[in-house]
């Protein structure tokens, strides 16, 4: 699966848009894009994927150039409760292969969200 | 739905000693996984398994052994604890039928002395 790299840690005023950065330079035709953030010490929690087009649902929006290799994770209206760190994974879905299930987290990026 | 689970949250191991812990979830999943946490790192993964019966090794095996008898539960033992195995595990399941998305459990935070 294709490595990724993001900015270990980001700032964000409560009430204005955050945009977490990913670079995946070398992701492939069909690698997905995913993000998880995880609370504290809590087990991650999955916000969204997509593939090549932009996706939005209910938590985020996912922004991924046209050439694909790189990302950005806009919370729209940050929280407090959204600081937590974000991990960005490109991954490979293969359906009943089992890929699915393989995840590869790196260090991700601490989001601090500040009165 | 409880979602994923995991027992203990908590466990003190000396040095040889083995254990299990346990993971269960109950939304029908075929995917399960288990992942552990050192500080300051990302997930790495341990096991996982595609359905019941069928069981595969991740990124970091070692010390450590799985099985999958039925969909619900995938414990993952550890044979003779080390202190290089005290870290945070994370259980996780997921759908086989197209979901993108993993559901993992509180954790389980384990420390060998």
């Known amino acids: 699966d294709a490595k990724t790299t993001q900015p270990p840690s980001m700032d964000c005023a409560e009430g204005r848009a955050a945009n977490l950065p990913c670079n995946h330079s070398?992701?492939?035709?069909?690698?997905?894009v995913y993000w998880y953030r995880q609370i504290h010490s809590q087990g991650p929690q999955y916000i969204i994927h997509g593939l090549k087009n932009n996706e939005t649902n209910e938590m985020a929006s996912l922004i991924i150039t046209e050439d694909r290799k790189s990302s950005t994770l806009i919370l729209p209206h940050a929280t407090l409760r959204d600081t937590a760190v974000y991990y960005c994974?490109?991954?490979?879905?293969?359906?009943?292969?089992?890929?699915?299930?393989?995840?590869?987290f790196g260090t991700g990026t601490r989001l601090q969200v500040t009165l | 739905n409880a979602g994923v689970t995991q027992t203990p949250k908590f466990q003190v191991l000396k040095t040889g000693q083995s254990m299990t812990l346990q993971c269960a979830q109950d939304?029908?999943?075929?995917?399960m996984s288990w992942y552990r946490q050192d500080p300051g790192m990302g997930l790495r993964l341990i096991h996982y398994?595609?359905?019941?019966?069928?069981?595969d090794q991740g990124e970091v095996p070692n010390g450590y052994n799985v099985s999958r008898s039925t969909t619900e539960d995938f414990p993952l033992r550890l044979l003779s604890a080390a202190p290089s195995q005290t870290s945070v595990y994370f259980c996780?399941?997921?759908?086989?039928?197209?979901?993108?998305?993993?559901?993992f459990g509180p954790g389980t935070r384990l420390t060998v002395t």
């Open positions: 939304m029908n999943h075929e995917y």
């Open positions: 070398t992701i492939s035709g069909n690698e997905y």
């Open positions: 996780a399941s997921s759908n086989n039928a197209g979901a993108y998305e993993q559901y």
């Open positions: 398994s595609v359905g019941a019966g069928i069981t």
């Open positions: 994974i490109v991954s490979s879905f293969g359906g009943n292969t089992g890929t699915a299930s393989k995840l590869t």
